[in-house]
């Protein structure tokens, strides 16, 4: 008589992380590398790694002391070393993600820092690109964290990879002036151009999402609700990596097949004692997670609970050239 076969349940491996520590793919890829110091202005120091096929930069800018007009010409100034350092290196800009101190702080300039912030970005990036933005910025987030710093890390490519965004929002970089004076300059996703890193599958780096359709935050406060409205987005966005096709996919976007193309996902929790509950819902609803990352940290919007980023696969050739 046969031994009945038992059914396999993959769980993936759970870390809590202090920001601004790196995701821990992108620690991996950094821990053979040797940073090289990077002469930049007297508001931020700068530090490149390079690889034969990428380079990981940290930018930091001390920020604690920064009145509102300071802390917005010291990010420009950042972003546009950045940007000249990229070009000198012959580098694309895949990802960048961005720890402000104080994000929600009341700012003069815009609602907080996080409008403060965003100015200074766009102004940077118009440094880079001139006034044509859409289309060509990279992936990001941009969350709170507690030390006094201002700190930025990007990986970048030796090619360009396709920007991605999602049909259930407004892309960021066009967002109304009710969500400051400069947009926040990303773009949803960054499907890159080669498999990477060191996978059998091309993937995709996903921005910082969460539960906003078009430009507006739903389920204001509503941890539970806010988990659903973020997996339409990311399981919307997954079946665009995946086909190309810019549709929403409506009361299916949580099926298993869009979520499950997803291998690492870094959750931003706003609230300590909503984390289990988060964590829990995150990992039975993503079954080829491989690891999940949890940080506690202050959002861009005082409504909005949780944010979560990610590598998702890309199974399909449509935007993965």
Known sequence: MKAARQEQT?????????????????????????????????????????????????????????????????????????????????????????????????????????????????????DWFGEALPGRVPAASAVGHTEPSLVIDLLAGRAPGVAVENPRQVPAYRYSQRWGSLPPCFSRAMALPVPFPEQRERCALVSGTSSVVGENSRHPHDVHAQIRETCANLATLSAVLSDGAMRDSGEAAESKAALSRFRELRLYVVRDCDVDAVAMAFTSRFPGLERLEIAVADLCRDELLLEVEGVAALDAPALAR
């Open 10 to 126: 993959h769980t993936p491996a759970v870390l809590r992380v202090q920001l601004p520590q790196r995701p821990a793919w992108l620690e991996a890829l950094s821990a053979d590398l040797c940073a090289e110091p990077v002469p930049s202005g007297n508001r931020h120091s700068l530090e490149i790694a390079e690889a034969p096929g990428f380079a990981i930069l940290r930018a930091v800018v001390p920020a604690a002391d920064l009145g509102d007009d300071a802390l917005r010409l010291a990010v420009r100034e950042a972003y546009t070393r950045i940007g000249r350092l990229l070009r000198e290196r012959a580098l694309f800009p895949w990802r960048f993600w961005n720890y402000v101190p104080e994000i929600r702080k009341p700012a003069t300039l815009g609602a907080n820092r996080y409008q403060v912030f965003n100015a200074g970005r766009c102004e940077g990036y118009r």
